[in-house]
């Protein structure tokens, strides 16, 4: 019998990146076919995962209560309710607490059990004459608990619970002491992959890479925060029959090619549509080109430089992007993954899942009329074939309990295909359980016409450039404010850096990303509504409310008390309790949207106390607990921009 995770024949072990003596001798082509599904059709279905997991999946388990729970109030009420449901209900087994924050008056969070478990225990002798009453029950059986002030049964059983101010003071307070990693999720996973950005080698990076690289970066620091090691994997395309035509081009233009640096090549993108007219153009280059392919693969020394070469330059184009967003990455990419493709389609064929099929080697998929093609009819690999290698390595040799693959909506089907494929081998096990792998798939980026994002002559506009402009229009709006006489050209530098991309960041992260979202300059600049530009002068106007008061607020979170006794206070208190499930929330589902809408919320609810005449800070006999609670959403608003991956600024 096999192991979930084992091959009839393992792979053998492949050389170093740069070896190619064991690379495969067939072309590889970028090409797949797949039929496809329509973006609305696919936002319909995803959407309805998503609720269904919201509703019977937590990333969070629970191995003690104290430990696990800590941080995170709604886990901290479902041990409690839990008590409570096996007293109320001893004859049923597995009734998991149905707890949800309250958006009523009526509590801060409920309980909604009671009406479930009526549909199951009528007809069976029970003591009950309703959902009203087991709701009685419920909220009468539950353990005492210093976090309860209070608990209610509303309509149909409905338990509402209003949550003791003094418990809540106490657990900010904590917070700040101890610091707000002890908010973080605890998943039940250690290792997970991110596959994100995923550039093509020998072109540029444009728009359309943005969101991939900013949705994939944010996951990855949501399950960093949560402990989890996460490997940052750029899948880049750095294999393919095109390298024989970007090697012989470079052979043609730099007969010294090794002296060919990125200043002598200039444009890539250019020197790529060069060669592409040129093997289109010219028979003979195109010949010559298919043998640079076979004399690549066979790893002869001089191809293999030339192909390192041009590797090397896209690479110093990538990190421009990625130093500007802040963003780290392991390469491994598509090469990476090619010595291991025979030793797995021959452990697939072994297992009976490959088939022939008009002479390709196929798998075929229930429910689906297409099969997944693992080997061309001519002999060589494709997508399919490199997405299940790098499948198989990643569970087997990293170890990983969770494979995100965060790409374009488009590749849904194709994702869905390699998931199902490796079930049926037995890598991965049925249903929802780990080790799993997800496909996070996000809409498109639209220019103001509703149209794809491009330039005026069509081109699909460069992301090192769209960057630039962000920040260039953030350092001349600071400038327009004075601040050009107030501050040093290193704080305006830092500044217009972090406003300007984090700009860009959030106005992508803020929408549900398997939407499409219009890219407007003006509108994610504006220091007013739901923008990065707003949350951040939000936060240095808290960072300077402390610096005003002219107290140590270090001094004051081990000597002061906070209390939570007017009514914004309190609103306040429990917002900034609710980060840990909030976060919890966006990792289980994995929509990075969830933090910022708790972070616009946060600030708005924030506002709305500072500005209270009877909430003063400064100055007022409340002045402590007041500066604790300002220190507190400036702690959790720091943390959400860390997550999505922004730099806060302290001044304005």
Request: proline share 4%; hydrophobic share 40%; with cysteine.
């Amino acid at each position: 019998m096999l192991t979930p995770l084992t091959l009839l024949v393992q792979p053998a072990s492949p050389p170093s990146l740069f070896s190619f003596n064991r690379f495969s001798h067939f072309p590889f082509s970028t090409s797949i076919s797949a039929t496809t599904t329509s973006a609305s059709d696919l936002l319909r279905v995803v959407s309805r995962r998503l609720v269904l997991a919201t509703k019977t999946q937590s990333i969070t388990t629970m191995a003690t209560q104290e430990e696990e729970c800590k941080g995170n109030v709604k886990a901290q009420l479902a041990k409690l309710f839990e008590v409570s449901l096996k007293v109320t209900v001893p004859n049923e087994a597995d009734v998991d607490p149905l707890i949800a924050a309250c958006t009523g008056k009526f509590g801060d969070y409920q309980c909604n059990n009671a009406m479930g478990l009526w549909s199951k225990i009528k007809g069976k002798g029970t003591q009950f004459r309703g959902p009203p009453a087991v709701g009685e029950a419920i909220k009468n059986n539950l353990p005492t608990s210093e976090m309860i002030d209070s608990c209610s049964v509303a309509g149909p059983g409905f338990v509402n619970v209003v949550l003791s101010k003094n418990w809540m003071a106490k657990s900010i307070q904590k917070m700040l002491i101890e610091g707000i990693d002890t908010w973080a999720p605890q998943p039940p996973v250690k290792t997970a992959v991110v596959d994100f950005s995923s550039p093509n080698i020998a072109k540029e990076m444009h728009v359309g890479h943005l969101r991939s690289t900013i949705i994939g970066d944010t996951l990855a620091r949501m399950l960093e925060f949560s402990k989890v090691k996460v490997l940052r994997r750029n899948h880049v395309g750095d294999w393919g029959t095109q390298f024989g035509m970007l090697i012989e081009f470079l052979f043609e233009k730099f007969p010294n090619f090794e002296d060919a640096t990125e200043t002598a090549i200039g444009d890539l993108q250019a020197f790529y549509k060069a060669s592409k007219q040129r093997f289109d153009s010219d028979p003979a280059f195109k010949e010559r080109a298919q043998q640079a392919v076979v004399r690549l693969q066979g790893g002869e020394e001089k191809y293999r430089r030339a192909w390192a070469q041009i590797c090397e330059i896209s690479r110093t184009e990538f990190h421009k992007v990625y130093q500007r967003l802040g963003v780290h990455l392991e390469e491994k990419g598509e090469s990476f993954y090619n010595p291991y493709i025979p030793g797995v389609i021959e452990g697939l064929t072994k297992q009976g899942l490959v088939e022939e099929s008009q002479g390709a080697r196929v798998i075929f998929i229930e429910g689906i009329n297409i099969p997944l093609i693992v080997v061309k009819s001519d002999g060589g690999f494709n997508y399919a074939s490199t997405d299940l290698a790098a499948l198989w390595y990643r569970l087997n040799e990293e170890k990983a309990e969770w494979i995100i693959y965060v790409t374009d909506v488009g590749q849904q089907q194709h994702f869905d295909m390699v998931f199902k494929a490796a079930k049926r081998a037995g890598w991965l096990p049925q249903g929802d359980n780990y080790p799993k792998a997800s496909h996070v798939g996000f809409g498109l980026v639209l220019g103001e016409d509703g149209k794809r994002f491009r330039t005026r002559n069509t081109e699909v506009v460069r992301l090192v450039d769209l960057l630039d402009e962000a920040k260039n229009r953030s350092k001349v709006a600071l400038i327009e404010r004075g601040k050009g006489e107030e501050w040093t050209e290193e704080e305006i530098e830092s500044t217009a850096d972090a406003v300007g991309y984090g700009a860009v960041k959030y106005a992508d992260l803020k929408n549900n990303r398997l939407t499409n979202y219009t890219f407007n300059f003006d509108q994610m600049l504006n220091d007013k509504g739901n923008t990065a530009v707003y949350l951040l002068y939000a936060h240095a106007r808290i960072c300077s409310i402390i610096r005003r008061s002219g107290k140590d607020v270090e001094e004051l979170k081990n000597k002061g008390t906070l209390v939570l006794e007017h009514k914004d206070e309190r609103d306040l208190g429990l917002h900034l309790l609710q980060f840990a499930e909030v976060v919890e929330e966006a990792c289980t589902n994995l929509l990075p949207n969830v933090v910022c809408d708790y972070l616009y919320n946060l600030s708005e609810i924030f506002s709305k106390f500072y500005s209270n005449p009877e909430c003063k800070v400064i100055g007022s006999d409340k002045e402590t607990s007041r500066l604790l609670l300002c220190e507190a959403t400036a702690v959790v608003m720091r943390k959400c921009f860390n997550l999505l991956g922004i730099t806060p600024i302290y001044k304005i």
